[in-house]
């Protein structure tokens, strides 16, 4: 289990537990697959904030949540701002 304060972007498969701050409105974008809805959720912990890429079903199970534990996750940079980003592998689990 990491800290965000300890996230960098070469960060593999993320372990941690943060609290939601906020859910950013979800937009559509299109992809290799087709068009797929993306929102921006911002998570922290004691330590800081960072940015969450949500898609599809993980915007409403992440909207409603206090708390989440993911798992497997992966950090990219963008726009100067480091974020948390979810693979098929990873795992997202509601807390609170």
Same mark, same amino acid.
């Given at each position: 289990m990491v800290k965000i304060s300890e996230i960098t972007v070469d960060s593999k498969d993320v372990e941690l537990?943060? @609290? !939601? !701050? #906020? !859910?950013?409105?979800? %937009?559509?974008?299109?992809? %290799?697959? /087709?068009?797929?809805?993306?929102?921006?959720? *911002?998570? #922290? $912990? $004691?330590? /800081? %904030? *960072?940015?969450? @890429?949500?898609? #599809? $079903?993980? *915007?409403?199970?992440?909207s409603s949540a206090k708390k989440v534990k993911i798992a497997g996750a992966y950090v990219t940079e963008w726009s100067n701002n480091l974020q948390v980003n979810l693979s098929k592998q990873s795992t997202l689990d509601v807390v609170e």
């Open positions: 537990e943060a @609290s !939601v !701050v #906020e !859910v950013g409105e979800p %937009r559509t974008v299109n992809t %290799r697959f /087709g068009p797929k809805n993306v929102a921006t959720a *911002i998570i #922290e $912990d $004691d330590t /800081g %904030r *960072i940015n969450l @890429s949500l898609w #599809e $079903d993980q *915007i409403q199970t992440v």
